[in-house]
């Protein structure tokens, strides 16, 4: 069963400071990645898809790498800013299901 | 397009009773899932259709959830009885291939008293 794990649960930075979120995961053999937000309340909003086959997607100020051998990615925001707060998450796709991490809850401090 | 639609936004019912929460996919689309999220669990994927037909319910935890999914731009999800422990938020999600982005509804917040 794939596990999915986001490391750190929380975080607080102040404007302007770059993210770095982290997921792993325990089997490779997948066929995409994605990563969402969530807002309070709210659904998922897609960020960015990255396949198999493929090591990093961007998305303006987002940048997602994917190591598949190793079970990770790294999703990068750049110079952050108070809208980015909301709660990011992993997932992970093999056959046709998605597995989630827990998410990561980021606040950007005006 | 106006995205997944989900109805209602919230619900507080007892025990006992018969909840029914509905979703409109995205015109198009031709998967539909139903999530569930809690805090202790976090995302579960409960059930799937394709072109209106369930694939996998192997997620849904007892026979008192059941799913339809009647036409290609309706579904529902049903829980007769609920019980306190089935309080939750309750995601539909489409998309127009098995492997590529899933797109969200707003999901419904359910309560059981």
């Known amino acids: 069963k794939q596990e999915v794990t986001q490391i750190p649960a929380a975080l607080s930075v102040p404007e302007g400071e770059n993210l770095v979120l982290n997921c792993s995961f325990t089997?490779?053999?997948?066929?995409?990645l994605q990563w969402f937000r969530q807002d309070p309340g709210k659904g998922l909003t897609s960020l960015l898809l990255?396949?198999?086959?493929?090591r990093e997607q961007t998305s303006g100020r987002l940048n997602a790498s994917l190591d598949k051998s190793s079970g990770r990615s790294t999703l990068y925001i750049a110079a952050s800013q108070p809208g980015d707060s909301a709660t990011y998450l992993c997932?992970?796709?093999?056959?046709?299901?998605?597995?989630f991490g827990a998410g990561t809850t980021v606040t950007v401090r005006a | 397009d106006a995205g997944v639609i989900q109805s209602p936004r919230h619900e507080v019912t007892e025990m006992g009773q018969e909840v029914t929460l509905r979703c409109k996919p995205i015109s198009g689309h031709d998967y539909l899932f139903w999530y569930r999220q809690t805090m202790m669990r976090g995302l579960e994927l409960l059930i799937y259709?394709?072109?209106?037909?369930?694939?996998?319910d192997s997620g849904m935890p007892e026979d008192r959830f059941s799913a339809k999914m009647p036409n290609a731009s309706f579904s529902t999800l049903k829980i007769q009885p609920s019980e306190p422990r089935d309080s939750a938020v309750y995601f539909c999600a489409s998309s127009d291939s098995l492997l590529e982005t899933q797109y969200f509804g707003p999901g419904t917040r359910l309560l059981v008293l």
């Open positions: 089997d490779s053999a997948i066929y995409n």
């Open positions: 997932a992970v796709r093999d056959d046709y299901k998605l597995s």
């Open positions: 990255i396949q198999s086959s493929q």
């Open positions: 259709f394709n072109n209106n037909v369930p694939i996998d």
